[in-house]
């Protein structure tokens, strides 16, 4: 597990777990297997943008401006009014054209609906980049440095969960079986092991 999704998961334990479990009508472990999976999804997706040196530029200025780390300052209030922090705008500038196709996988893998897929991609955009803004504070980091970073932790999620980060990178049918359902409960298994 990379430092931003487990910085990520230990915020969100207790009370906070269980608000978004009852946000989306899901459970707590079905919640915590969603979020173990949607935050090294948007840290790749977000590392695969920031090796282009504008799109670094472009997010370093986004957490420079937005993004300081004060989300965790008041984390039950920001989970009562997600919407509050653009998360869909964060989605749009990740993800791009295939949000749809990710929130889907993300979806099927964890038994949850598309729409609740996409809330919790939603609610949890804002907190990986609360956790970039304050690595970048901590690190003294420039837009090159925010890129490295991401690029690190792309990495350690890799080393630790090579089968997963290579399906969540790509979101291709691993096996060319045309499904993508056992390969995402393959990814799903691998991130407890």
Do not use: C, W
Not at 6 to 20: D, E, P, Y
Not at 81 to 99: M, R
Not at 181 to 193: C, E, G, N, V
């Amino acid at each position: 597990m990379n430092a931003i999704t487990q910085i990520i998961t230990q915020q969100l334990s207790g009370n906070a777990s269980r608000t978004i479990a009852q946000r989306f009508g899901i459970s707590e472990s079905t919640a915590n297997t969603a979020i173990q999976m949607a935050v090294p999804l948007i840290v790749a997706a977000m590392a695969r943008n920031a090796s282009q040196p504008q799109e670094a530029q472009n997010l370093y200025q986004a957490v420079s401006n937005d993004h300081d780390g004060s989300i965790f300052d008041n984390l039950l209030g920001y989970l009562g009014n997600p919407q509050s922090a653009n998360g869909a705008g964060i989605l749009g500038h990740v993800f791009g054209n295939q949000q749809p196709a990710i929130q889907n996988n993300l979806a099927q893998a964890t038994g949850m609906d598309q729409g609740s897929a996409g809330g919790l991609l939603e609610t949890l955009a804002p907190l990986v980049m609360g956790s970039l803004g304050q690595a970048q504070q901590q690190n003294g980091l420039d837009a090159s440095g925010l890129s490295n970073f991401l690029n690190n932790q792309q990495q350690e999620a890799q080393a630790n969960a090579p089968d997963a980060m290579s399906m969540l990178s790509s979101m291709l049918d691993q096996n060319k079986d045309g499904s993508s359902m056992d390969d995402l409960q393959r990814m799903a298994a691998s991130f407890f092991k």
